[in-house]
């Protein structure tokens, strides 16, 4: 009996917290329409708490890695942004499943700066992939271009981030390391500026300061989860693929949070919620054909 590897289950669980804060983020949107503001101020949240592991994970390998460390930072915002933006314009159920398209990002890097080549079955899969989004957007052909365009961006961002991070493990960076700076850097350099950058709309609430931090603890658990996954793993592709999980178990967490009352969070008809699902598990099987082929 083949065992599974740590890394997968370590993957998995991230998965779950990820659709959990990825969903959840959706209610900033009731505290405030700055989506600016939203994205920068739930990566500060992060970043907070990201600060108090410095001292633990230390600064050791920051300076060697300085630009990579920046450059995944930037990345990270600007999909975060983006993410903001096409939760606006598209339900967290359609939008989360779609992030699995930020496998092909990943891979299409892997080909151009690591000649990686693909087989036949890994193009069945991609087709499989496009077909899903069908279902995704409950057996449509018409649908939110804004809300595709803002998560291609956001894939586009995430996805340069990915393959930004195993250039930092294999130079000896430690995933917890790149969970602290990844969310560190970028709030050390805007927080303090965020007066100006946001002018007379830079205030938190008690409300949305509650909600920033919840979203916070739950991500950068799930955060530091997938950094250990991507160093047992050493391969970006088939974290990648597992990580497409959780645009399915997405489905599942829009539909209890909206049960338990989670302001923001839309209701999802027995139509919508079988034609998503089933969505989501035609991308979540067809990323793991074009995996398992490759």
């Known amino acids: 009996m083949t065992t599974i590897p740590l890394y997968i289950w370590l993957t998995l669980l991230s998965c779950v917290l990820h659709a959990f804060s990825f969903t959840y983020s959706k209610q900033f949107l009731v505290h405030s329409d700055n989506r600016l503001k939203l994205a920068f101020y739930s990566q500060f949240a992060v970043g907070i708490l990201g600060f108090c592991f410095l001292p633990f994970v230390?600064?050791?390998?920051?300076?060697?890695?300085i630009g990579l460390i920046c450059l995944m930072g930037i990345c990270v915002m600007v999909g975060q942004v983006a993410y903001m933006n096409a939760l606006r314009f598209g339900d967290a159920s359609f939008v989360v499943p779609m992030l699995g398209l930020k496998m092909f990002v990943v891979a299409g890097l892997s080909a151009t700066l690591l000649s990686e080549t693909y087989g036949t079955l890994v193009y069945v899969g991609a087709f499989g992939v496009f077909v899903s989004?069908?279902?995704?957007?409950?057996?449509?052909?018409?649908?939110?271009s804004k809300a595709l365009m803002f998560v291609m961006i956001t894939c586009v961002m995430f996805g340069c981030a990915d393959v930004i991070v195993m250039s930092l493990l294999k130079n000896g960076v430690n995933g917890f390391q790149i969970a602290a700076f990844v969310f560190a850097i970028p709030t050390l350099v805007l927080l303090p500026i965020s007066p100006i950058l946001f002018k007379n709309d830079w205030k938190i609430t008690p409300a949305l300061a509650k909600t920033l931090m919840i979203y916070a603890v739950i991500h950068l658990i799930g955060v530091t989860l997938l950094m250990v996954a991507f160093k047992l793993s050493q391969q970006v592709t088939i974290i990648n693929i597992v990580q497409s999980a959780r645009g399915l178990v997405s489905i599942g967490v829009v539909y209890v949070m909206a049960r338990m009352g989670f302001s923001g969070i839309e209701k999802l008809t027995r139509r919508q919620l079988t034609y998503r699902g089933f969505g989501g598990l035609l991308m979540f099987l067809s990323l793991g054909l074009a995996v398992v082929a490759h």
């Open 58 to 65: 230390g600064i050791d390998s920051f300076f060697d890695n």
């Open 133 to 144: 989004l069908f279902f995704l957007n409950d057996g449509k052909l018409t649908g939110s």
